[in-house]
């Protein structure tokens, strides 16, 4: 496992410390490691919902081309 060390401000410090009191980790490094986890899998979920909603074209171009006029 690496280590690494990231300065921040006392309110998130506050925050950390907010959820280690309310159970969601047992320590500081615990919050930050579920809260980066947490993070990754949002913005997967929403890359997913992203792809969705582009626009496949596909068919024929003939009848492609007559909707876009």
């Known amino acids: 496992m690496t280590t ?6 006392s309110k998130l410090e506050e ?3 907010n959820l280690i009191a309310s159970g969601y980790g047992s320590n500081k490094a615990d919050v930050v490691r579920r809260a980066i986890t947490r993070l990754a899998e949002e913005e997967a979920v929403e890359t997913v919902l992203r792809a969705q909603k582009e626009v496949g074209l596909r068919g024929d171009l ?8």
């Open 15 to 17: 925050s950390i410390n």
């Open 62 to 69: 003939r009848e492609l081309a007559k909707k876009f006029k």
């Open 4 to 9: 690494i060390s990231v300065p921040i401000n």
